[in-house]
């Protein structure tokens, strides 16, 4: 599949999706972090571009909810309307699978709202962080919380209350479970899906086991 990663300069997803063999491009206004396939430049211009699927990670700081005490600031509003139609060509891109990932805040009750709403620790990552996906075409992650004869479980322990999620970009294995991984091993994540189980689905509908 040809793939565009909205939003990425990290080339964690994309070399994912290239690991597992998609032609994955990554496009960010900043230069990717790691060598590989990556348009410099806004995202926007390169919707209509032929992509099968489109995995974006929009900004959310003018959307997201934790920010709602800045919500009246000068110039706050003219910036939040931005953010959301940047959000909404995302969404109404002609792109067959898409999914958009985003923490909670205002894009749902005003765009569209979301698909699913997951955490890290769902999915092997201990950390918690309430992120929502917008799926177009895509199923719903699928994540097992107790062991059964048939199915290993993908969450670790919920994390404790008083947790401080460290903010990094390197969400190693949101990834895994978008592309239809297997990696039950935990390293860290910002925020997005991670392990899953043996008959997981990747978002690219492809079942790799
Ligand atoms: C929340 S960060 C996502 C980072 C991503 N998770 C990663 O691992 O690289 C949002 C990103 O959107 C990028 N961005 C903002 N406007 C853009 C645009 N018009 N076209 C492409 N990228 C854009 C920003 O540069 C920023 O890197």
Not at 26 to 51: A, N
Not at 68 to 84: F, I, P
Not at 132 to 142: M, T, Y
């Amino acid at each position: 599949m040809k793939i565009l990663i909205a939003c990425e300069f990290s080339g964690i997803v994309r070399d994912a999706f290239i690991a597992r063999g998609h032609d994955a491009v990554s496009c960010d206004l900043l230069p990717t972090e790691k060598p590989g396939p990556h348009i410099q430049g806004d995202v926007l211009d390169i919707l209509d571009d032929g992509w099968d699927m489109m995995i974006a990670h929009p900004p959310c700081t003018y959307l997201s909810y934790a920010a709602t005490r800045s919500w009246n600031d000068e110039g706050r509003c003219k910036k939040r309307l931005d953010a959301l139609d940047f959000f909404r060509q995302i969404w109404e891109s002609p792109i067959e699978k898409i999914c958009v990932e985003n923490p909670m805040g205002c894009a749902s009750p005003t765009i569209v709202k979301y698909s699913q709403i997951i955490q890290p620790w769902f999915f092997g990552d201990p950390m918690y962080k309430t992120t929502c996906l917008w799926l177009r075409n895509l199923p719903l992650l699928i994540h097992i919380e107790h062991e059964s004869l048939f199915e290993a479980p993908t969450h670790t322990d919920k994390p404790k209350p008083d947790y401080v999620c460290e903010k990094t970009a390197n969400n190693v294995h949101g990834e895994e479970a978008m592309c239809g991984g297997n990696n039950r091993a935990s390293v860290d994540s910002s925020g997005t899906p991670s392990r899953c189980c043996g008959t997981q689905r990747g978002l690219s509908g492809i079942d790799l086991f």
